[in-house]
């Protein structure tokens, strides 16, 4: 087993980069088949549009997938804020105490514009492949920029 320390060791970020995130619940639970928990979540992504611009994010039941831009913060830091802010209202929403996502994250940094929109309809067809519903217009707990043009 790779410790967390070792997965963070030579991570760097820069400002204005595109990446695409997965941090999951601890011991993999399925948290957010909780809907209030999901929609804490949620809620979390569109909180830290000050820090980031978000291209996408899915919820699933135990991890969630987020694609955006890094404004000033470090990626890091972005997604400690993000962990921290869900972990408090999921934990005071619950009664509970305690970590509610794994130590690590998976980061992808997005290398061209191709490579964005590949991660992008991965992200959003996440819920398709996991079988949980036949269209994705039935999944609450998704967004995606580029179905929001008013154009």
């Known amino acids: 087993m790779v410790s967390s320390k ?3 060791k030579g991570r760097c970020s820069s400002a204005h980069k595109y990446y695409s ?3 999951c619940c601890a011991q993999r639970a399925n948290l957010f088949e909780n809907f209030e928990n999901a929609c804490v979540a949620a ?3 569109f909180y830290m549009q000050k820090n980031v611009n ?3 994010y899915t919820v699933m039941p135990d991890h969630l997938h987020w694609l955006f831009q890094v404004k000033t913060l470090s990626l890091s830091e972005v997604v400690r804020q993000f962990k921290s802010l869900t972990t408090v209202k999921i934990n005071a929403l619950n009664g509970d105490k305690g970590p509610i996502w794994q130590q690590n994250y998976f980061e ?3 290398r ?3 490579d ?3 991660q992008a309809r991965y992200i959003v067809a996440n819920p398709l492949r996991a079988g949980i519903v036949q269209k994705i217009e039935q999944y609450p707990f998704w967004d995606c920029i580029y179905l929001n043009d008013e154009s």
Do not use: D, P
Request: proline share 0%; glycine share 0%; net charge positive.
């Open 112 to 114: 061209n514009e191709r």
């Open 54 to 56: 978000t291209i996408c």
């Open 43 to 45: 809620r979390a992504v």
């Open 116 to 118: 964005l929109i590949i």
């Open 108 to 110: 992808h940094q997005i």
């Open 21 to 23: 995130v997965t941090i």
């Open 6 to 8: 070792k997965l963070l």
